[in-house]
Protein backbone atom coordinates (compact mmCIF):
# COMPACT_ATOMS: atom_id res chain seq x y z
CA UNK A 1 0.00 0.00 0.00
CA UNK A 2 0.81 3.63 -0.92
CA UNK A 3 1.68 6.21 1.51
CA UNK A 4 -0.83 7.84 -0.15
CA UNK A 5 -3.23 4.98 0.31
CA UNK A 6 -2.09 5.01 3.45
CA UNK A 7 -3.70 8.64 3.99
CA UNK A 8 -6.66 7.58 2.57
CA UNK A 9 -7.58 5.19 5.11
CA UNK A 10 -6.65 6.72 8.05
CA UNK A 11 -9.69 8.34 9.22
CA UNK A 12 -11.25 4.95 9.88
CA UNK A 13 -11.87 5.53 13.05
CA UNK A 14 -14.02 8.27 13.16
CA UNK A 15 -17.78 7.61 14.26
CA UNK A 16 -20.00 9.57 11.70
CA UNK A 17 -23.79 10.71 11.33
CA UNK A 18 -23.62 11.20 7.49
CA UNK A 19 -26.50 9.35 5.15
CA UNK A 20 -28.41 9.57 2.20
CA UNK A 21 -31.58 10.80 1.67
CA UNK A 22 -34.14 8.52 -0.03
CA UNK A 23 -33.88 9.88 -3.46
CA UNK A 24 -29.67 9.85 -3.10
CA UNK A 25 -29.99 5.71 -1.91
CA UNK A 26 -31.91 5.33 -5.03
CA UNK A 27 -29.53 7.34 -7.51
CA UNK A 28 -26.53 5.34 -5.77
CA UNK A 29 -28.06 2.16 -5.89
CA UNK A 30 -28.99 2.27 -9.75
CA UNK A 31 -25.12 3.50 -10.08
CA UNK A 32 -24.02 0.37 -7.88
CA UNK A 33 -26.53 -1.58 -9.89
CA UNK A 34 -25.48 -0.61 -13.22
CA UNK A 35 -21.74 -1.12 -12.03
CA UNK A 36 -22.65 -4.99 -11.00
CA UNK A 37 -22.08 -4.14 -7.17
CA UNK A 38 -19.07 -2.29 -7.23
CA UNK A 39 -17.85 1.95 -6.81
CA UNK A 40 -14.27 2.63 -8.55
CA UNK A 41 -11.94 4.88 -6.98
CA UNK A 42 -12.83 8.12 -9.36
CA UNK A 43 -16.29 7.45 -8.33
CA UNK A 44 -15.34 7.41 -4.57
CA UNK A 45 -13.33 10.50 -5.02
CA UNK A 46 -16.14 12.31 -6.91
CA UNK A 47 -18.60 10.97 -4.19
CA UNK A 48 -16.83 12.57 -1.32
CA UNK A 49 -16.12 15.58 -2.70
CA UNK A 50 -20.17 15.77 -4.10
CA UNK A 51 -20.98 15.58 -0.33
CA UNK A 52 -18.34 16.80 1.38
CA UNK A 53 -17.90 13.95 3.45
CA UNK A 54 -14.33 11.64 4.38
CA UNK A 55 -14.10 8.48 2.80
CA UNK A 56 -15.32 6.48 6.10
CA UNK A 57 -18.67 8.58 6.28
CA UNK A 58 -18.81 7.49 3.02
CA UNK A 59 -18.38 3.71 3.51
CA UNK A 60 -20.86 3.87 6.39
CA UNK A 61 -23.61 5.68 4.29
CA UNK A 62 -23.04 3.22 1.91
CA UNK A 63 -24.45 0.21 4.19
CA UNK A 64 -27.94 1.20 3.77
CA UNK A 65 -27.73 1.02 -0.25
CA UNK A 66 -25.64 -2.07 -0.02
CA UNK A 67 -28.72 -3.57 1.72
CA UNK A 68 -31.00 -2.76 -0.90
CA UNK A 69 -29.44 -5.59 -2.61
CA UNK A 70 -30.33 -8.45 -0.05
CA UNK A 71 -32.95 -11.53 -1.07
CA UNK A 72 -34.42 -12.70 2.07
CA UNK A 73 -37.54 -14.38 1.58
CA UNK A 74 -37.54 -16.57 5.18
CA UNK A 75 -35.40 -13.60 7.67
CA UNK A 76 -36.90 -10.83 5.63
CA UNK A 77 -33.77 -9.43 7.16
CA UNK A 78 -31.75 -7.34 4.93
CA UNK A 79 -27.97 -7.08 5.56
CA UNK A 80 -25.89 -5.03 3.69
CA UNK A 81 -21.55 -5.11 3.47
CA UNK A 82 -19.22 -3.54 1.76
CA UNK A 83 -15.35 -4.10 1.15
CA UNK A 84 -12.61 -1.78 1.01
CA UNK A 85 -10.16 -3.53 -1.62
CA UNK A 86 -7.17 -2.45 -3.32
CA UNK A 87 -6.81 -3.91 -7.01
CA UNK A 88 -3.94 -4.35 -9.28
CA UNK A 89 -3.17 -0.59 -9.97
CA UNK A 90 -3.86 0.15 -5.78
CA UNK A 91 -6.74 1.82 -6.51
CA UNK A 92 -9.32 1.67 -3.69
CA UNK A 93 -12.66 0.38 -4.43
CA UNK A 94 -15.85 -0.66 -2.69
CA UNK A 95 -17.04 -3.95 -3.45
CA UNK A 96 -20.98 -4.18 -2.39
CA UNK A 97 -22.44 -7.44 -1.30
CA UNK A 98 -25.67 -8.19 0.42
CA UNK A 99 -27.78 -11.84 2.14
CA UNK A 100 -29.07 -13.97 -0.35
CA UNK A 101 -32.06 -16.60 0.85
CA UNK A 102 -33.29 -19.50 -0.49
CA UNK A 103 -37.34 -20.46 0.04
CA UNK A 104 -38.06 -24.18 1.17
CA UNK A 105 -34.07 -24.97 1.29
CA UNK A 106 -31.98 -25.52 4.82
CA UNK A 107 -30.38 -22.30 5.77
CA UNK A 108 -27.30 -23.56 5.58
CA UNK A 109 -27.49 -22.69 1.98
CA UNK A 110 -28.06 -18.91 2.38
CA UNK A 111 -25.30 -16.17 1.07
CA UNK A 112 -24.21 -14.20 3.76
CA UNK A 113 -23.97 -10.41 3.22
CA UNK A 114 -19.92 -10.79 4.27
CA UNK A 115 -19.36 -13.61 2.17
CA UNK A 116 -20.89 -11.94 -0.82
CA UNK A 117 -19.02 -8.88 -0.16
CA UNK A 118 -15.89 -10.90 0.12
CA UNK A 119 -16.79 -12.85 -2.90
CA UNK A 120 -17.77 -9.74 -5.16
CA UNK A 121 -13.74 -8.47 -4.34
CA UNK A 122 -12.60 -11.91 -4.99
CA UNK A 123 -14.02 -11.92 -8.68
CA UNK A 124 -13.36 -8.75 -9.43
CA UNK A 125 -9.70 -8.72 -8.91
CA UNK A 126 -9.11 -7.02 -5.33
CA UNK A 127 -5.49 -7.52 -4.15
CA UNK A 128 -5.58 -6.67 -0.47
CA UNK A 129 -8.75 -5.89 2.14
CA UNK A 130 -8.54 -3.02 4.11
CA UNK A 131 -11.75 -2.50 5.45
CA UNK A 132 -15.04 -4.81 5.52
CA UNK A 133 -18.13 -2.24 6.88
CA UNK A 134 -21.56 -3.80 7.88
CA UNK A 135 -24.65 -3.00 8.83
CA UNK A 136 -24.87 -5.35 11.31
CA UNK A 137 -22.51 -7.21 13.73
CA UNK A 138 -21.09 -10.38 11.61
CA UNK A 139 -22.30 -13.70 13.47
CA UNK A 140 -19.97 -16.19 14.54
CA UNK A 141 -20.71 -17.92 10.85
CA UNK A 142 -19.32 -14.56 8.92
CA UNK A 143 -16.62 -14.45 11.39
CA UNK A 144 -15.02 -17.55 10.76
CA UNK A 145 -15.19 -16.60 6.56
CA UNK A 146 -13.35 -14.02 7.22
CA UNK A 147 -10.82 -15.85 9.13
CA UNK A 148 -9.70 -17.36 6.01
CA UNK A 149 -9.22 -14.54 4.20
CA UNK A 150 -4.89 -13.37 3.67
CA UNK A 151 -5.57 -10.00 5.47
CA UNK A 152 -7.59 -11.43 8.26
CA UNK A 153 -4.51 -9.89 10.81
CA UNK A 154 -4.75 -6.59 9.64
CA UNK A 155 -8.31 -5.59 7.92
CA UNK A 156 -11.00 -3.32 9.97
CA UNK A 157 -14.52 -4.40 10.69
CA UNK A 158 -16.65 -1.26 10.74
CA UNK A 159 -20.32 -1.50 12.34
CA UNK A 160 -22.55 1.58 12.07
CA UNK A 161 -21.13 2.64 15.88
CA UNK A 162 -17.62 0.57 16.22
CA UNK A 163 -14.99 -0.49 14.71
CA UNK A 164 -12.89 -4.16 15.42
CA UNK A 165 -10.27 -6.51 14.69
CA UNK A 166 -11.14 -9.39 13.49
CA UNK A 167 -9.09 -11.24 16.32
CA UNK A 168 -11.29 -9.35 18.64
CA UNK A 169 -14.67 -10.74 17.60
CA UNK A 170 -12.84 -14.19 17.23
CA UNK A 171 -10.50 -15.10 19.79
CA UNK A 172 -8.39 -18.68 19.53
CA UNK A 173 -9.98 -19.13 16.09
CA UNK A 174 -9.25 -21.86 14.10
CA UNK A 175 -7.91 -21.53 10.72
CA UNK A 176 -6.33 -22.63 7.80
CA UNK A 177 -3.24 -23.56 8.95
CA UNK A 178 -4.62 -25.66 11.94
CA UNK A 179 -5.34 -27.55 9.06
CA UNK A 180 -1.52 -27.45 7.42
CA UNK A 181 -2.85 -25.26 5.06
CA UNK A 182 -0.46 -22.18 4.54
CA UNK A 183 -2.29 -20.57 1.74
CA UNK A 184 -5.34 -18.26 2.32
CA UNK A 185 -8.16 -16.81 0.40
CA UNK A 186 -6.63 -13.94 -2.10
CA UNK A 187 -3.14 -15.71 -1.14
CA UNK A 188 -3.86 -19.34 -3.02
CA UNK A 189 -1.02 -21.87 -3.69
CA UNK A 190 0.13 -21.88 -7.39
CA UNK A 191 -2.09 -23.42 -9.93
CA UNK A 192 0.35 -26.15 -11.71
CA UNK A 193 -2.34 -28.19 -13.43
CA UNK A 194 -5.29 -27.05 -15.94
CA UNK A 195 -8.50 -28.98 -17.17
CA UNK A 196 -8.40 -31.26 -20.29
CA UNK A 197 -9.42 -29.92 -23.30
CA UNK A 198 -13.75 -29.67 -24.00
CA UNK A 199 -14.75 -27.76 -27.18
CA UNK A 200 -18.34 -27.55 -25.64
CA UNK A 201 -17.38 -25.75 -21.71
CA UNK A 202 -16.89 -21.99 -22.36
CA UNK A 203 -12.91 -21.06 -22.02
CA UNK A 204 -13.81 -18.27 -19.46
CA UNK A 205 -15.84 -20.97 -17.09
CA UNK A 206 -12.29 -23.27 -17.15
CA UNK A 207 -10.18 -20.64 -16.52
CA UNK A 208 -12.47 -19.33 -13.46
CA UNK A 209 -12.88 -23.18 -11.90
CA UNK A 210 -9.15 -23.17 -11.84
CA UNK A 211 -8.75 -20.27 -9.51
CA UNK A 212 -10.90 -21.36 -6.81
CA UNK A 213 -9.67 -21.93 -3.53
CA UNK A 214 -10.48 -25.15 -2.25
CA UNK A 215 -7.15 -26.41 -0.27
CA UNK A 216 -9.33 -29.44 1.35
CA UNK A 217 -11.23 -30.90 -1.35
CA UNK A 218 -9.26 -30.02 -4.03
CA UNK A 219 -12.76 -29.39 -6.08
CA UNK A 220 -12.25 -26.95 -8.85
CA UNK A 221 -15.08 -25.65 -9.60
CA UNK A 222 -17.65 -22.96 -11.11
CA UNK A 223 -20.56 -21.91 -12.26
CA UNK A 224 -21.70 -19.39 -15.06
CA UNK A 225 -25.33 -18.23 -15.47
CA UNK A 226 -26.26 -16.91 -18.70
CA UNK A 227 -28.94 -14.47 -19.10
CA UNK A 228 -30.94 -13.21 -22.27
CA UNK A 229 -30.25 -9.81 -22.59
CA UNK A 230 -27.52 -8.81 -19.40
CA UNK A 231 -24.07 -10.93 -20.13
CA UNK A 232 -22.74 -13.86 -18.06
CA UNK A 233 -22.45 -14.22 -14.76
CA UNK A 234 -19.46 -16.55 -12.85
CA UNK A 235 -19.19 -17.97 -9.53
CA UNK A 236 -16.25 -19.93 -8.27
CA UNK A 237 -15.69 -22.11 -4.75
CA UNK A 238 -14.01 -20.80 -2.08
CA UNK A 239 -13.48 -22.92 1.01
CA UNK A 240 -12.91 -22.43 4.36
CA UNK A 241 -11.09 -24.42 7.16
CA UNK A 242 -14.31 -25.25 9.07
CA UNK A 243 -15.79 -26.16 6.13
CA UNK A 244 -19.31 -24.80 6.90
CA UNK A 245 -19.12 -21.43 5.91
CA UNK A 246 -17.46 -22.33 2.77
CA UNK A 247 -19.36 -20.75 -0.08
CA UNK A 248 -20.67 -22.80 -2.88
CA UNK A 249 -20.06 -21.56 -6.94
CA UNK A 250 -23.19 -21.38 -7.59
CA UNK A 251 -24.21 -19.16 -4.47
CA UNK A 252 -21.26 -17.00 -5.30
CA UNK A 253 -22.76 -16.82 -9.18
CA UNK A 254 -26.45 -15.84 -7.98
CA UNK A 255 -25.14 -13.60 -5.64
CA UNK A 256 -23.19 -11.81 -8.38
CA UNK A 257 -25.79 -11.70 -10.92
CA UNK A 258 -28.35 -9.88 -7.42
CA UNK A 259 -25.70 -7.50 -7.30
CA UNK A 260 -26.59 -6.20 -11.07
CA UNK A 261 -30.48 -5.56 -9.72
CA UNK A 262 -31.28 -9.32 -11.81
CA UNK A 263 -33.39 -11.43 -10.47
CA UNK A 264 -33.52 -15.31 -10.35
CA UNK A 265 -36.50 -16.29 -13.14
CA UNK A 266 -37.01 -17.91 -16.62
CA UNK A 267 -37.29 -14.40 -18.18
CA UNK A 268 -33.90 -13.80 -16.88
CA UNK A 269 -31.77 -16.83 -17.20
CA UNK A 270 -31.18 -18.78 -20.09
CA UNK A 271 -29.05 -21.25 -18.75
CA UNK A 272 -26.50 -22.47 -15.86
CA UNK A 273 -23.45 -25.02 -16.42
CA UNK A 274 -21.31 -26.35 -13.40
CA UNK A 275 -17.72 -27.37 -14.08
CA UNK A 276 -16.55 -29.62 -11.38
CA UNK A 277 -13.05 -31.64 -11.20
CA UNK A 278 -13.25 -34.98 -12.30
CA UNK A 279 -13.32 -37.41 -9.46
CA UNK A 280 -13.69 -34.87 -6.09
CA UNK A 281 -17.14 -33.79 -7.58
CA UNK A 282 -19.31 -32.54 -4.36
CA UNK A 283 -21.39 -29.88 -5.63
CA UNK A 284 -24.16 -31.28 -8.20
CA UNK A 285 -26.65 -31.94 -5.17
CA UNK A 286 -26.11 -28.90 -3.35
CA UNK A 287 -26.78 -26.93 -6.36
CA UNK A 288 -29.77 -28.85 -7.65
CA UNK A 289 -31.15 -27.88 -3.97
CA UNK A 290 -30.68 -24.50 -4.50
CA UNK A 291 -32.08 -24.06 -7.79
CA UNK A 292 -35.23 -25.97 -6.15
CA UNK A 293 -36.05 -22.77 -4.77
CA UNK A 294 -36.90 -21.41 -7.64
CA UNK A 295 -40.01 -22.18 -11.11
CA UNK A 296 -39.10 -22.93 -14.44
CA UNK A 297 -35.45 -22.23 -14.66
CA UNK A 298 -33.32 -24.58 -17.34
CA UNK A 299 -31.96 -27.42 -16.47
CA UNK A 300 -28.40 -27.62 -14.78
CA UNK A 301 -25.88 -28.34 -17.15
CA UNK A 302 -23.12 -30.20 -15.23
CA UNK A 303 -19.52 -30.53 -16.72
CA UNK A 304 -16.56 -33.26 -14.94
CA UNK A 305 -12.98 -32.72 -16.40
CA UNK A 306 -9.55 -34.16 -15.29
CA UNK A 307 -7.03 -32.24 -14.71
CA UNK A 308 -3.92 -32.46 -16.26
CA UNK A 309 -0.28 -31.07 -14.83
CA UNK A 310 1.65 -28.65 -16.51
CA UNK A 311 4.48 -28.15 -15.07
Given at each position: ??????????????????????????A??????T?????????????????T???????R?????????????????????????????????????????????????????????????????????????????????????M?????????D??L??????????????????????????????????????????????????????????????????????????????????????????????I???H?????????????????????????????????????????????????????
Amino acid sequence: MTASTSSVLKDSLNKTTFSFDESQRTALFNQVKTQHGLLFAADIKALCAQYTITHDELLRACLPVASLFAVAPISHFLVGAVVVGIDCDDAINFYFGANVEFAKQPLSLVVHAEQSAINNAWLKGAQTIVQIAISDAPCGYCRQFMNELADAEKFDILLPDQQFKLNQLLPHAFGPKDLGNNYSLFNPAPQTQTFEANADIDTALTKLALTAYVPYTANYCAVKITTFDNGCFYGCYAENAAYSPSLAPLQSAISQLHLAGLSMNDTTVKSIELLQTKGVENQLHVSESVLASYSNLPALIAYSLALIKTC
